[in-house]
Nanobody, 123 residues
Framework: QVQLVESGGGSVQAGGSLGVSCAAS????????MGWFRQPPGKEREGVAVVSGYGITRYADSVKGRFTISKDNAKNTLYLQMNSLKPEDTGMYYC?????????????????WGQGTQVTVSS
């Protein structure tokens, strides 16, 4: 049974930084695509960043240059460092995993999800 547990997040003013983490269990995350998705208030969930089993990263255009996704295979933990945050980055941030090495930013490709952690950016 795959389990994903997010932590971190919180509230910050625009221009600030936050980090979120995702502890994975139930499989070897090093060989598995993992990613971060978010759901802004009143909107659909969208892809933010993913990292493949080969370590290849992909980012949504809206976060390129500001967010960094990384994975610690020894700790089975996924991270998302968010800098230069904007109010439009506000939302529930979800960790996700899929049972393949390759990655996309399409949430339909992911079968495992965490409960989410809230990120709020005030102007």
């Amino acid at each position: 049974q795959v389990q994903l547990v997010e932590s971190g997040g919180g509230s910050v003013q625009a221009g600030g930084s936050l980090g979120v983490s995702c502890a994975a269990s139930g499989y070897t995350s090093g060989r598995t695509c993992m990613g971060w998705f978010r759901q802004p208030p009143g909107k659909e969930r969208e892809g933010v960043a993913v990292v493949s089993g080969y370590g290849i990263t992909r980012y949504a255009d809206s976060v390129k240059g500001r967010f960094t996704i990384s994975k610690d295979n020894a700790k089975n933990t996924l991270y998302l460092q968010m800098n230069s945050l904007k109010p439009e980055d506000t939302g529930m941030y979800y960790c996700a995993a899929r049972g393949t090495v390759s990655c996309t930013l399409d949430q339909r490709d992911f079968g495992y999800w965490g409960q989410g952690t809230q990120v709020t950016v005030s102007s």
